[in-house]
């Protein structure tokens, strides 16, 4: 799986929106992009995956650059339950096997 | 909602020593993956099963194996125990094996070698 590149942290304020910046300039074209999310003491939770166009659920919303090589997982009204890490995965689609690579993510912590 | 569940929360082992971890996965999801987390860092991906056979496999030596069941559980076996092996293991199961399917993960298993 291509290699992404996100901050180690963010601040955010709660009920104020979350742009969670992730950097894949290597992807491929089969390459979906999926993020996961990790709270404490928790294991990881899928969050969204999207590969071209936008994608919304009621989690979250995905945008993702024109040109692939960007994406922005939002949050559109941060609470103190979405302090977690947040892990931004490449996944190949023809690749048999499922295996998630995780990098380091982005902690994002949110004040009252 | 996942549904997935391990066992146990917490275990303290010497090093030398082996130990078993089990995971329960939701019910109809034929791929179970292991992976390790070290504290402060990403899950590792260590292997994964599909419909009880070894399909995948991360950089960890053979004394990290497993085995799958027909009725959804797993184990994680870890021979030989080290130092390096204190961490967090997490299970996770999918429907099938396609790349796109929605891993679930379980709470996980904190593991601490004296």
């Known amino acids: 799986d291509a290699k992404t590149t996100q901050p180690n942290s963010m601040e955010s304020n709660e009920e104020e929106p979350v742009h969670l910046p992730c950097n894949h300039s290597t992807i491929s074209g089969t390459d979906y992009i999926h993020w996961y999310r990790q709270l404490p003491s928790q294991g990881p939770e899928y969050v969204i995956h999207?590969?071209?166009s936008n994608v919304n659920n009621r989690m979250a919303s995905l945008a993702i650059a024109e040109d692939r090589k960007s994406s922005t997982l939002i949050l559109h009204r941060a609470t103190l339950r979405d302090a977690a890490v947040y892990y931004c995965i490449l996944r190949e689609a023809n690749n048999a096997g499922n295996m998630l690579t995780f990098g380091g993510g982005t902690r994002l912590m949110v004040k009252p | 909602e996942t549904g997935v569940t391990q066992s146990p929360t917490h275990l303290i082992k010497t090093r030398g020593q082996q130990v078993t971890l089990r995971c329960s996965s939701q019910?109809?999801?034929?791929?179970v993956s292991w992976y390790q987390q070290a504290l402060g860092q990403g899950p590792q991906f260590i292997f994964q099963?599909?419909?009880?056979?070894?399909?995948g496999r991360g950089n960890f030596p053979p004394r990290f194996s497993g085995l799958q069941f027909p009725n959804y559980s797993s184990e994680l076996n870890v021979n030989a125990l080290e130092l390096d092996d204190s961490a967090l293991y997490l299970c996770?199961?999918?429907?099938?094996?396609?790349?796109?399917?929605?891993?679930?993960f379980g709470p996980g298993t904190r593991l601490t070698v004296l």
């Open positions: 996770a199961s999918s429907l099938g094996e396609v790349s796109t399917d929605t891993q679930y």
């Open positions: 099963y599909y419909r009880e056979e070894e399909n």
């Open positions: 019910s109809g999801h034929n791929t």
């Open positions: 999207g590969l071209t």
